[in-house]
């Protein structure tokens, strides 16, 4: 497991708005945490694939996409905070995240 | 040096009108809404798609998609973005026929309205079809899980693969929804049934199409003024006749987009261009980023 600090957290978070920003088109001002991802910025999930993918790269994670879904099934995703939650957990856990 | 370094991506139905609109300038509006009152006034049909009754609404919701494209193609032409092939997802190959000079418009738009001679004849028979879209699992994945769930693929099959995360299934209602399911348990990330009552790109959408596949085979068509890939088979069609085989069998056998754009990439394509509005063909393609660039209307 990858320790998470108060700093890769933050950069995470900021990762995932300036993603959702250029994506969606909208002002990362216009983003808090809770937006919901789909009904207030208009994102979709082939999007939120290629965050994790994104994410996959940037810290060098192997980590398959099946394992986050099925963790998904145990945790929906409704606000921009469970998004950043999650990846933080894709980064913490990796593909250990389907037993949490 | 190939001679192919610029291909136009066309859409298939499955975006509403209102989305379209929402993506395009002001001008592309204008545009769209004359293309749309001529063609509309011409099949008959209500310019307030609601009014439309039930298979004509579907038909007129389609029709949308093919203008939205036409509006896209000639903006990119406009701006001097000429291609040097072409290539069509699903009713994108109408719509590719269309803008390429292979048929005209009008006869691009009765293609569409003879989708209700299918959505008849099945209506007729009490069949229940369906399609639906997994995210996150690749073809590969999906029908491991077809055999491991022992569905019969007399009864689902995928009817698109689209890239290694978005892949499109067709069957049996029934099928349709247990085989979303297992998905769904087995990880992918989101599964969207489409519930339109249709198996487009399965063998059983057939014994319903005759009228499609004949009205396909008995209008005009040119050489396309660039050439189109094949989605089925991958191949160069330069000609009339080939687009007009494209056509008969488009909704009648399963797509491999992912292979046809993979053929591109190896033909020596860099740039691509997505011709939808709302930038859908790049959301479910996937290219070698280090190679090529998917490129939306709105970044020319």
């Known amino acids: 497991m990858r320790e998470m600090t108060d700093a890769i957290r933050q950069e995470i978070q900021d990762m995932i708005f300036d993603y959702y920003a250029d994506e969606c088109e909208i002002d990362k001002d216009e983003i808090t945490m809770e937006s919901n991802p789909q009904e207030d910025l208009g994102s979709d999930s082939l999007m939120f694939v290629e965050l994790i993918e994104m994410t996959a790269e940037k810290y060098d994670l192997d980590v398959k996409l099946q394992s986050i879904g099925k963790y998904m099934l145990k945790s929906p995703m409704n606000t921009m905070k469970d998004v950043v939650d999650m990846i933080c957990k894709v980064y913490q856990y990796g593909n250990d995240i389907v037993n949490l | ?300």
């Open chain 2, 1 to 300: 040096m190939s001679n192919f370094k610029r291909a136009f991506l066309f859409n298939g139905i499955g975006t509403k009108p209102e989305k379209l609109l929402r993506a395009m300038t002001p001008a592309m509006v204008e545009k769209y809404r004359s293309y749309q009152h001529d063609g509309f006034v011409r099949l008959g049909l209500s310019e307030n798609i609601s009014e439309n009754a039930s298979m004509d609404k579907i038909a007129a919701e389609w029709l949308s998609s093919l203008i939205s494209d036409r509006v896209i193609f000639e903006y990119y032409i406009e701006k001097g973005i000429i291609p040097d092939i072409g290539m069509g997802h699903s009713s994108g190959i109408v719509s590719v026929s269309a803008c390429f000079g292979s048929v005209s418009h009008e006869f691009a738009h009765e293609i569409i309205m003879m989708n209700r001679a299918t959505m008849r004849s099945l209506e007729k028979s009490g069949e229940k079809q369906d399609m639906g879209t997994i995210i996150g699992l690749s073809i590969d994945d999906v029908n491991e899980l077809i055999a491991e769930n022992n569905f019969s693929t007399d009864d689902v099959i995928v009817g698109s693969a689209n890239s290694r995360i978005c892949t499109m299934i067709s069957g049996k209602e029934e099928t349709v929804e247990q085989l979303l399911l297992a998905a769904q348990e087995a990880g992918a990330i989101k599964v969207i049934p489409f519930r339109i009552g249709l198996a487009y790109h399965h063998p059983m959408i057939r014994k319903h199409s005759d009228e499609y596949v004949q009205f396909c085979g008995g209008g005009e068509y040119h050489d396309p003024k660039y050439p189109v890939l094949s989605i089925f088979d991958q191949r160069i069609m330069t000609t009339g006749a080939d687009l007009m085989l494209e056509n008969q069998i488009n909704i009648l056998n399963p797509i491999r987009w992912d292979i046809a754009l993979k053929h591109l990439e190896e033909m020596g394509v860099t740039e691509f261009f997505d011709v939808s509005a709302n930038g859908a063909v790049g959301k479910f393609s996937r290219i070698n980023k280090r190679k090529g660039r998917i490129y939306t209307f709105d970044e020319v």
